[in-house]
T-cell receptor, first 111, second 113 residues
Framework: NAGVTQTPKFRILKIGQSMTLQCTQD?????MYWYRQDPGMGLKLIYY???????DKGEVPNGYNVSRSTTEDFPLRLELAAPSQTSVYFC??????????FGPGTRLTVL | GENVEQHPSTLSVQEGDSAVIKCTYS??????FPWYKQELGKRPQLIID?????GEKKDQRIAVTLNKTAKHFSLHITETQPEDSAVYFC????????????FGKGTKLSVKP
């Protein structure tokens, strides 16, 4: 199993551009999560999903959108990139147990 | 909602010494408390977790203790080694259908050889 994979690894965006961060897991996990991690801070939950077709907001959802059309994929969309969205983004997944497994992260810079 | 406070923010120890990191949580309904280790530029990785029906859990040099009454839990690393140097995050979850984790801000542990 590859576990949780994320693409791209790095990206630089200009203010106002849009992009999609991809997240895929091959563990048949129902629950998937998107976090952002700012320097010196813990992880903040952006959006989560408890299964295909179901998504909900986390602590910091403004400026982001998600969809969950399949169990495997949980893309995160930035519509109008702003400098405040410069961060490292982690995707995670889990089954019914509580252990969350993280992907390798996407480092995003908005200039 | 849940709030998790973590102390200290930085910790420097000599190789072979013990390290202790403490977290407090606010939501008495929280029942799952994982600890993650994050090396520079890498993903967070689970190192140990504890559930509210247990007071202590040990895995080789790592142990976690939980005091539900005081709403705090701690990570203990004994016989520290340079490869223990990393940022450690505590988190709390109230389980339920989402099991969302609320993270502390992290502790940067440096182990000096």
């Amino acid at each position: 199993n590859a576990g949780v994979t994320q693409t791209p690894k790095f990206r630089i965006l200009k203010i106002g551009q849009s992009m999609t961060l991809q997240c895929t897991q091959d563990m048949n996990h129902n629950y998937m999560y998107w976090y952002r991690q700012d320097p010196g801070m813990g992880l903040k939950l952006i959006y989560y999903s408890v299964g295909a077709g179901i998504t909900d907001k986390g602590e910091v959802p403004n400026g982001y959108n998600v969809s969950r059309s399949t169990t495997e994929d949980f893309p995160l969309r930035l519509e109008l990139a702003a400098p405040s969205q410069t961060s490292v983004y982690f995707c995670a997944s889990k089954t019914g147990t509580d252990t969350q497994y993280f992907g390798p992260g996407t480092r995003l810079t908005v200039l | 909602g849940e709030n998790v406070e973590q102390h200290p923010s930085t910790l420097s120890v000599q190789e072979g010494d013990s390290a202790v990191i403490k977290c407090t949580y606010s939501d008495s309904a929280s029942n799952y408390f994982p600890w993650y280790k994050q090396e520079l530029g890498k993903r967070p990785q689970l190192i140990i977790d504890i559930r509210s029906n247990v007071g202590e859990k040990k895995d080789q040099r790592i142990a976690v203790t939980l005091n539900k009454t005081a709403k705090h839990f701690s990570l203990h690393i004994t016989e520290t080694q340079p490869e223990d140097s990393a940022v450690y995050f505590c988190a709390a979850s109230n389980g339920g259908s989402q099991g969302n984790l609320i993270f502390g801000k992290g502790t940067k542990l440096s182990v000096k050889p």
